[in-house]
């Protein structure tokens, strides 16, 4: 497997960038990592950590996107950034199976979508992220931002990529599909919500069972949970918020409690030092930008070195589900329900 990492993309690049990929291919047979950026920087980190290895290849990217640019101004000024030689290189190169990036949000999307492309058919290419939930298993919030205006037919075809993505990669023969809305009846929502409602309850192809509230998104009853990348992103920020406010405040009570809390606590200390690591972004790889015709991962912008070790093993898994060819399959399907539908 080849995986190509922007070294140059995040806050911490491209220190955590280096030693994540040198860390991952240690510990992972049969895989090669191009990093991308300035060659004499990244260059001289892998000789700071005394890496000698030949799996590792420098590809010379001497500018930077930041995220104060115009993303789309950005991907066609720097075509020699770390982050627009990568995708190329994504594009370009037979052998490439991944691109992972923890820079500018907007930047790693158009580029994904002008660079590397869609897959046919594909209306508006999502994020993906993985969710832990309170049954141990994940959950798919599909769009998380990507895209903040859609028509419904964007919906219907995040629900069938969200749907093969857990099919191929987690083995769910028929993942629920839930579509993020202000009630459960089938009549909550709004315009948007309604239409789409009715359009995925049309389908054969998913397992949709109907609307969900958003305080059900980690409950586990749910396998993909279907928005707008509006409402996706201000849920999923609204859920790290709530997750860091929870950890913070149960870790102040602790220190400010009496001698008999704080044994009690003691006591807890392995299964809350558990929970914190399920809810840890570090441990949960990063988010895929699903429709686009090779695997692209965005990760988070204040990625370290563990982070980029998790995403790097999450493309693994990917790759070895062809989980790009099975989303290809399920729009397929779908295209032919929907000329079915019509042709009635």
Do not use: W
Request: include cysteine.
């Amino acid at each position: 497997m080849k995986i190509i990492i922007d070294a140059f993309g995040g806050d911490n690049s491209p220190q955590e960038m280096v030693r994540g990929a040198v860390t991952s291919v240690n510990l992972i047979d049969d895989l090669n990592i191009v990093l991308t950026g300035d060659e004499t920087a990244i260059r001289a980190e892998l000789h700071s950590i005394g890496y000698i290895g030949n799996e590792i290849e420098v590809v010379h990217a001497p500018e930077v996107i930041t995220c104060d640019e115009s993303p789309t101004m950005a991907i066609r000024k720097k075509t020699q950034s770390s982050l627009v030689v990568g995708l190329d290189l994504l594009k370009n190169d037979a052998t490439a199976d991944a691109f992972i990036s923890a820079g500018s949000t907007g930047a790693v999307l158009a580029g994904g979508l002008f660079r590397v492309g869609r897959i046919k058919g594909v209306l508006r290419p999502a994020l993906g992220p993985l969710l832990p939930n309170a049954k141990g298993t994940k959950t798919m919030l599909i769009d998380c931002g990507a895209n903040m205006d859609c028509k419904p037919e964007y919906l219907v075809q995040f629900a069938v990529m969200g749907s093969e993505y857990m099919r191929a990669t987690f083995g769910i023969v028929r993942p629920r599909v839930g579509l993020i809305s202000v009630g459960v009846e089938d009549h909550k929502g709004n315009e948007l919500t309604h239409t789409v409602f009715e359009k995925l309850k049309a389908l054969d192809s998913i397992n949709f069972v109907g609307n969900m509230e958003a305080r059900d998104m980690l409950s586990g009853d749910y396998d993909v949970l279907v928005c707008d990348g509006f409402i996706g992103n201000v849920a999923l920020k609204a859920t790290e918020g709530a997750v860091a406010f929870l950890m913070n405040s149960l870790k102040a009570k602790i220190k400010n409690a009496n001698f008999f809390a704080k044994l009690g606590a003691g006591m807890l200390k392995k299964p809350l030092k558990e929970l914190k690591c399920e809810m840890d972004y570090t441990n949960q790889g990063g988010s895929p930008f699903l429709g686009v015709e090779k695997l692209i991962i965005k990760s988070h912008g204040s990625s370290t070195a563990k982070t980029i070790v998790s995403c790097v093993f999450q493309a693994c898994e990917l790759i070895k589900a062809r989980t790009i060819d099975k989303i290809r399959e399920g729009l397929t399907a779908l295209e032919k329900e929907q000329s079915g539908e019509t042709a009635v």
